[in-house]
């Protein structure tokens, strides 16, 4: 048998804009089991809490082996509902290109 002791460690994303104010910083939330709504709330909690400028927030259930999708969150809305990694990461690149890239 293998004992194997483990403790929790810090956030990173609160220190993120701490550091380096103009940073345009996207979140990501993943939570299981629950209703859309608060999937909502809680991304725009985590983007309040940490200065994000936008949330990747999808909900467990809804990832399959070759289907992966979730809402893309900013400014408090629902902006996009990517469907595919591609998808999310061009959904991604194109809301920081409306920003110019930076704060």
Same mark, same amino acid.
């Given at each position: 048998?293998?004992?194997?002791?483990?403790?929790?460690?810090?956030?990173?994303?609160?220190?993120?804009?701490?550091?380096?104010?103009?940073?345009?910083?996207?979140?990501?939330? +993943?939570?299981?089991?629950?209703?859309?709504?608060? !999937? @909502? =709330?809680?991304?725009?909690?985590?983007?309040?809490?940490? &200065?994000?400028?936008?949330?990747?927030?999808?909900?467990?259930?809804? +990832?399959?082996?070759?289907?992966?999708?979730?809402? !893309? @969150? =900013?400014?408090?809305?629902?902006?996009?509902?990517?469907? &595919?990694?591609?998808?999310?990461?061009?959904?991604?690149?194109?809301?920081?290109?409306?920003?110019?890239?930076?704060?």
């Amino acid at each position: 048998n293998i004992i194997l002791g483990l403790r929790r460690t810090q956030k990173v994303i609160p220190l993120i804009k701490r550091n380096n104010p103009n940073t345009f910083l996207v979140g990501f939330k +993943l939570l299981k089991d629950v209703p859309e709504e608060e !999937l @909502i =709330r809680v991304a725009n909690q985590l983007a309040g809490e940490n &200065g994000c400028d936008m949330v990747f927030a999808n909900e467990l259930a809804q +990832l399959g082996e070759s289907n992966h999708l979730g809402m !893309l @969150i =900013r400014s408090g809305k629902v902006v996009d509902r990517p469907i &595919g990694k591609k998808q999310i990461a061009e959904a991604i690149v194109r809301e920081m290109m409306k920003q110019g890239g930076n704060k």
